[in-house]
């Protein structure tokens, strides 16, 4: 009976602005379109009031309008784009497709009337009211070797110094409120915290489509897109290197504390963000530390080196010439895991002599020579195996510098092998079309890491129980922040009637008559009593797993108190954030 009533009211409302003027195929100035009833994509009315000053009006109308346009709240339009444009499909365990957002018809009644009135102000309030009644949502985009070839990965690889200008550029979106940059030899992942789920997420797929120049519909064939605790557990599998290409390999976790690192620096990552990337190291941790299941493992850099000798004449594998360009953390694992096979001797190829240098005094059983960028090609024309390991953005190797170095003799296969295990790649996939010549990069490792991997399996199914008990220690901590806004106003409320009393209670006992001790001991008096009658709602808003209270019960009580006490913390929040949004835009 009550949507009854309320459809009436909203088809007269219409109706009214319907008859007002003529309906065109295009709102005449001083006039704003209005979404059509029950948020579904049909013709707009146009609503033009009589007796307002037509210049005043337009004016007031325009920055109505603009406002609608910053924050994107128009049914139509958001049916319109969902309808041309959606998000890439969801893959999660129980995350279905999400339903396009519609504004409730008691909110679009509001803003119709704001925007019939120029009332600026009742346009925000009406924005805090119906734009974000559920919590921001926390996602993940990205892609790995396990949905993307190499050659997509490195067009969306962000290097390290570069994740601070990327967090910058995605928390610049009109939706996205915090973000985190995770972007490796086998993943380029974006965490985001979304203020509203659809938006957030076409934003951040624009914005790779525009770094990446892919068109944003042949990306979606290849994102996968995770929400919630769904994000949060990819993470920890991500952190324990239980969704790493090599079962188990630690070098991941390295990667995730460097995010954080990042991201402290430059000061990009927000609460939440922070917060579940420092859990998801409590938990990758936690994973190798119970488990063991690094012990067996390989990571990429060892997995390049098996490759190579897997390739290589089994008589002849050790004394083969051996080629690393790049001594970066990568480049120094191969170094390491070359000794481990019996290795005696390395060129390394890299810009500066130092970090060679660190190299080999850490590194004593093997003889490790020094050529310079410069002489790269002279250096490839004297190797068996070519390992690279830069940060190049372009390829270093062509088809064209393969067939200018000599052949390889026959007691080495006659084959020169090139092990790529950079992203984006060092050496052109054409150097495999040369004769005499191979190209592996990083997709080309799965033959490796094949060993062990049952062994590693079983340990994966006892690494989940310690990614479960972290993920709800994190939910918990998340549920949390829901109550605080209305924890801290309660505080506030109940502390200026207890100062206000206990003035008047000063008042009354005379200054004259209170000594210090005395004083202190009516202020401790006043502060106990309230916080004596505050502690049992409090506890009611507690929700950090302690009790079996629901997380929807303590939402039920905190917004019990909000309206007891007309806190009105919800539509406090949501200005807070649109303030903030507002001013980051502006600078």
């Known amino acids: 009976m009550m949507a009854s009533t309320t459809s009436a009211t909203a088809a007269a409302a219409f109706g009214a602005a319907a008859a007002a003027k003529p309906r065109g195929p295009a709102a005449a100035p001083g006039c704003a379109r209005v979404p059509a009833a029950g948020g579904r994509r049909r013709s707009g009315v146009v609503r033009c009031d009589a007796g307002v000053d037509a210049q005043a009006q337009v004016a007031a109308k325009a920055a109505s309008i603009a406002a609608l346009e910053q924050f994107k709240i128009s049914a139509d339009r958001e049916s319109l784009a969902l309808a041309s444009n959606s998000p890439p499909p969801v893959r999660s365990k129980g995350v279905g497709d999400e339903e396009p957002f519609a504004i409730p018809l008691k909110h679009r009644l509001v803003l119709f009337e704001a925007l019939t009135n120029g009332n600026f102000f009742a ?6 009211d119906c734009y ?9 985009i990205g892609l790995s070797v396990h949905t993307a070839p190499v050659e997509m990965r490195e067009k969306l690889a962000v290097a390290e110094e570069l994740w601070p200008r990327a967090i910058s550029e995605l928390t610049s979106l009109n939706h996205i409120e ?7 030899c086998n993943r380029m992942e974006i965490y985001v915290v979304a203020l509203s789920w659809n938006r957030g997420i076409r934003e951040v797929v624009d914005w790779m489509s525009k770094k990446s120049g892919i068109p944003a519909s042949e990306l979606r064939e290849h994102l996968f897109m995770l929400r919630d605790s769904d994000a949060t557990r990819h993470l920890f599998e991500v952190s324990a290197g ?4 090599v079962l188990g390999e630690g070098q991941i976790l390295a990667q995730v504390k460097q995010v954080v690192r990042s991201g402290q620096n430059s000061g990009g990552l927000g609460k939440n963000i922070d917060r579940m990337f420092k859990d998801a190291i409590t938990a990758g941790k936690r994973v190798r530390c119970e488990t063991n299941i690094s012990s067996g493992a390989v990571s990429v850099s060892s997995a390049a080196v098996e490759l190579a000798l897997m390739k290589l004449p089994k008589s002849e594998g050790l004394s083969a010439s051996m080629l690393l360009i790049g001594a970066g953390k990568m480049g120094k694992l191969v170094i390491k895991h070359l000794i481990a096979k019996g290795c005696k001797k390395v060129v390394v190829v890299n810009r500066s002599v130092e970090r060679v240098d660190a190299i080999r005094e850490e590194m004593k059983d093997i003889e490790i020579v020094y050529r310079p960028l410069s002489e790269m090609y002279e250096a490839a024309a004297e190797a068996d195996v070519v390992f690279t390991s830069t940060a190049s953005e372009t390829p270093l190797f062509t088809k064209e510098h ?6 390889i003799s026959d007691a080495m296969g006659g084959v020169r092998f090139f092990v790529d295990i950079s992203v984006p790649r060092n050496v052109s996939a054409c150097v495999s079309e040369v004769d005499h010549s191979r190209v592996y990069n990083v997709d080309d490792l799965k033959e490796v890491v094949e060993a062990n991997k049952e062994d590693r399996l079983r340990k994966a199914m006892e690494a989940q129980t310690i990614i479960t008990q972290e993920l709800k220690r994190f939910e918990a901590w998340r549920d949390s922040l829901e109550t605080v806004p209305t924890i801290k106003k309660l505080r506030s409320y109940a502390d200026r009637i207890r100062a206000s009393e206990l003035e008047k209670c000063l008042q009354k006992i005379g200054e004259d008559n209170l000594n210090k001790k005395m004083r202190r001991a009516i ?6 009593i309230v916080n004596k009658l505050l502690h049992g709602p409090l506890q009611h808003l507690r929700c950090d797993g302690s009790d079996s209270r629901t997380l929807d019960e303590t939402l039920e009580n905190m917004h019990a108190l909000n309206r007891m006490f007309s806190l009105d913390t919800e539509k406090a929040i949501v200005e807070q954030k649109i303030r903030a949004k507002v001013e980051k835009t502006q600078n």
């Open 123 to 128: 346009l925000l309030i009406a924005l805090t």
């Open 132 to 140: 974000m009644k559920e919590r921001s949502s926390i996602a993940v």
């Open 178 to 184: 915090e973000a985190a940059v995770l972007s490796t």
């Open 523 to 528: 202020e401790e008096l006043s502060t106990g």
């Open 402 to 407: 393969a067939q200018a170095l000599p052949s």
């Open 242 to 245: 239980l969704d790493s290409l």
